[in-house]
Structure formats: structure tokens, C-alpha cells
């Protein structure tokens, strides 16, 4: 193991804390006195490439290579600053000798991995002309790459950045089993990891047969482990939208039960009943409507976790579509009970309040269906 000189681990020191700019200033000095100090180069370099840019990183990573053209990390540096500068087209050869010189090193083989498929990819779009790949051309040409993703698994078992590659080429050729048990090692190393936890979570909130609520708390549970994902905090909007839209199901049902009891629309078959209805009926339809809300919203939003309750309230606040859904059903809902109370004595009144109740609802319920907010 090289020994590190006490400038220099002072200066990785302060690199640790994030303090690029003193950093620099102590290997400038540092350098001045020594320049064939190859740790120090690469260390600037890494200072660099957080302060000023991916080409000056670059040139710290050339000084260091014109020491040492075979030293790890000043491959490694500018395999990276080559990346950052001017994408994934030229990193492979520095990548390749990278692997040579440090075959037991997982980061490399990945990283060419990375970019053998990035670059295939690249190749095969622009010689095709195709707009779009297929799964199975995806498949077709990563195979290069596919081995080196597994060879690097098996050199760094924890390595998150070669699952990461992995789980990109094998999701890019449509093998979502790959993908899948991909995704379980990644969170098995790492369970906030933000993007391994949003794809497992989508896919469990849109498997078939999954309601609004359900997917609600998928997405809260999955927000409590990542609480800055702006996408995570969109698909909890999307799955509160829908249970405040369903509401508009309930207040329509309620809303159909005395309409239904008094008979608004009556038949030969189904002559309209004897009006006003008796109190007890009418009270009885009210009933009716209470165990509707009691049961289909009132017990399923006792039940949601906190997370979702409190994003229910909070989407009625910020959502100019989640308040016009509540709205809607708070005017079904009154048209409801209005038709239900009074002892009408014919249909006109209570089938005149049935339509105002229904049609704004009918007029929106369709085009508002993939509203998030």
C-alpha cells in the first residue's frame, strides 16, 4: 500500500469534509515542491472535478499518468472526467487498460460495461437508422456487455454501481426477472436506494387488482424511506387523486337511493309510488346513504396510514382538480339529501335537483381521469 505524504492526507482530509478550494490550495503548494508526487495529482484532480470542471480534472489525471501510465486512479479519474467532458464515446480504451491493470476491481468492469453498451446502443441506432430499439435488438447487442456487468457482480458483490449497470442492460433487453431480483440486491445493500425503491414500488402499486388506497400507502411507505423524491411525492398525489375521485362514485350512489325509492323516472311496469313517502322511508333512504359513505370511504380512510391522510388534506389544498372532485361530490351529495327530505308532493322537483346533482359530475368525470393535481 503506497504511503500517502502528511500533506497530502491532510488535503484527502479535507476532501472528505467537502473543502475542495483549501484542498487545492494545499496540494498547489504540495505539488510546487514535489511534482512527481502521483497521489497528489490525483487528488487535485478529484478537487478539481468538484470545483472547476471535468477538464481540469482531466489534466490533473494526464500529469499523473505522464508519472505512472499504468497507476489505478489516475485512470480512474480520468475515465471519469472523460465522461463528464464528452460522454461515453472515447472512455473505452482508457477503461479497458483501467481493468488491465486492477482486473480485481469491480468499479472498472462496470463502468466499462457502462459504457460498451452505452456505445453499442449509440452504434447500432446510427447504422440502422432506427428511431426506437426493440427489446430484442437491445438483447442482441449487449452481450458484451451483459458479460462484463456479471463479471463485475461477481468481483463486487456490494458494488451498487455494477447492479445499477446491470439492472439498466437487463431492463433495456426486457428481462424483467433479471430486473426484478436485480432490484432486491440493490435494496438489499442499500433499502433507500431511489430508484430501486421506485421501480419496486411502481410496479407494486400497478400490479392488477390494486385500488387507490393500496397504492396510496405503497407510495407513502416508499416516500417515508426517500422524503425528497419529487416523483415518488407525484404518484402519491396520483393515487390520493383517485380516492378523492372515487368519492364521486359514492356521492353518485347515494344520490341514485332516494331517486330510485321515489321513482323519478317511473314506468307502466314501475308506476311511481304514492307521494309525499312516508317519513320512516325517507329517513330510511338517508340511512342508506350514511352507511354508503360509513363503509365505502369513511372505513377505508380510517384505514389509510398517516402519510396518505395527511396528503389527502394536503392535496385538497394544493390541488385545483382534488378540490373540484371534492366539490362535486359535496353537491351530489346535498342534491341527495334534498331529494330525500322533503315530502315532495310530485317529480318535478325532486327530478330537476336529480340532474343538477348528476350532470356536473357526468360533464368531467372522464376528461379529469388523469389529473394528478
Same mark, same amino acid.
Request: net charge neutral.
Given at each position: ?6 500533506? !497530502? ?7 472528505? +469534509? ?30 478539481? +472535478? ?16 505522464? @508519472? ?8 480512474? @479519474? ?20 483501467? !481493468? ?21 446502443? !449509440? ?159 325517507? @329517513? ?74 348528476? !350532470? ?14
Amino acid at each position: 500500500m503506497t504511503t500517502l505524504h502528511p500533506t !497530502v492526507e491532510q488535503a484527502q482530509a479535507l476532501i472528505d +469534509f467537502e473543502r475542495y478550494d483549501q484542498a487545492l490550495a494545499l496540494l498547489g503548494r504540495h505539488l510546487a515542491e514535489d511534482p512527481g508526487d502521483i497521489r497528489a495529482w490525483v487528488k487535485m484532480g478529484y478537487c478539481r +472535478f468538484n470545483t472547476e470542471g471535468p477538464r481540469q480534472a482531466r489534466e490533473a489525471a494526464d500529469e499523473a499518468l505522464k @508519472l505512472d501510465p499504468e497507476d489505478y486512479g489516475a485512470l480512474m @479519474l480520468r475515465a471519469r472526467a472523460m465522461v463528464d467532458d464528452e460522454g461515453w464515446i472515447n472512455v473505452e480504451p482508457v477503461l479497458r487498460e483501467a !481493468v488491465r491493470v486492477a482486473p480485481e476491481e469491480s468499479y472498472p468492469r462496470a463502468m466499462l460495461a457502462d459504457a460498451v453498451w452505452r456505445v453499442a446502443v !449509440v452504434e447500432y441506432a446510427r447504422t440502422t437508422g432506427a428511431g426506437t430499439l426493440s427489446h430484442a435488438d437491445m438483447d442482441r447487442i449487449s452481450g458484451e456487455a451483459s458479460d462484463l456487468a456479471k463479471e463485475a457482480l461477481r468481483l463486487g458483490p456490494e458494488d451498487i454501481y455494477a447492479h445499477e449497470v446491470a439492472h439498466r442492460i437487463a431492463s433495456a433487453a426486457g428481462n424483467g426477472t433479471v430486473s426484478d431480483q436485480l432490484d432486491e440486491a440493490i435494496l438489499r445493500i442499500d433499502p433507500t436506494h431511489a430508484e430501486a425503491l421506485a421501480r419496486r414500488t411502481k410496479k407494486a402499486a400497478e400490479a392488477p387488482g390494486v385500488g387507490a388506497a393500496h397504492a396510496a400507502d405503497l407510495y407513502a411507505g416508499a416516500l417515508a424511506g426517500q422524503p425528497g423524491s419529487s416523483w415518488m411525492q407525484q404518484q402519491l398525489d396520483r393515487a390520493t387523486y383517485r380516492l378523492l375521485r372515487g368519492t364521486r362514485w359514492l356521492a353518485l350512489l347515494c344520490l341514485v337511493t332516494p331517486a330510485a325509492m321515489i321513482n323519478l323516472f317511473p314506468s307502466d311496469d314501475h308506476p311511481a309510488p304514492a307521494l309525499p313517502l312516508p317519513v320512516a322511508q325517507r @329517513l330510511w333512504s338517508m340511512v342508506i346513504m350514511a352507511a354508503i359513505w360509513g363503509f365505502g370511504a369513511w372505513r377505508r380512510y380510517r384505514k389509510l396510514r398517516s402519510g396518505v391522510q395527511l396528503n389527502v388534506r394536503s392535496l385538497i389544498h394544493r390541488g385545483r382538480w382534488a378540490r373540484v372532485a371534492l366539490a362535486q361530490s359535496t353537491w351530489a351529495m346535498l342534491c341527495a339529501l334534498l331529494i330525500a327530505g322533503p315530502p315532495w308532493a310530485d317529480l318535478a322537483g325532486p327530478r330537476l335537483i336529480f340532474w343538477a346533482g348528476i !350532470v356536473p359530475i357526468a360533464a368531467t368525470i372522464w376528461f379529469d381521469k388523469n389529473k394528478a393535481r
